[in-house]
């Protein structure tokens, strides 16, 4: 199973970025699949994360600016960033918990996109 992911990049305080992550490979159902971020000199944490049947789970710092989304015909994860700040700065990767099989489940990462935004 690999997790590809896609934008990110360089905005102005304010702005807006959106992520895309697919999940490709022998996958028999994903359960969460969310979005996590590291910034420099810190641990990883979870953003957001959405359950198969569509319920979510946001940080607090990025309610109400950040709205995740899933397609799970097409095994992908969107994160849509409204109102950047700085110090939303970070790594973002993209993660999800799949199903190889009815009895099998793993947690799998993407490879880490940039996202910078500057004051």
């Known amino acids: 199973v690999q997790l590809q992911a896609s934008g990110g990049g360089l905005v102005q305080a304010g702005g807006s970025l959106r992520l895309s992550c697919t999940a490709s490979?022998?996958?028999?159902?994903?359960?969460?699949m969310g979005w996590y971020r590291q910034a420099p000199g810190k641990q990883r944490e979870l953003v957001a994360n959405?359950?198969?049947?569509?319920?979510?789970n946001y940080a607090d710092s990025v309610k109400g600016r950040f709205a995740i989304s899933r397609d799970n015909a097409k095994n992908t994860v969107s994160l849509q960033m409204n109102t950047l700040k700085p110090e939303d700065t970070a790594v973002y990767y993209c993660?999800?918990?799949?199903?190889?099989?009815?009895?099998?489940?793993?947690?799998?990462w993407g490879q880490g996109t940039q996202v910078t935004v500057s004051s």
């Open positions: 490979g022998i996958i028999f159902s994903i359960d969460d």
């Open positions: 993660n999800a918990e799949v199903r190889t099989s009815i009895a099998s489940r793993l947690s799998y």
């Open positions: 959405v359950h198969r049947d569509g319920s979510t």
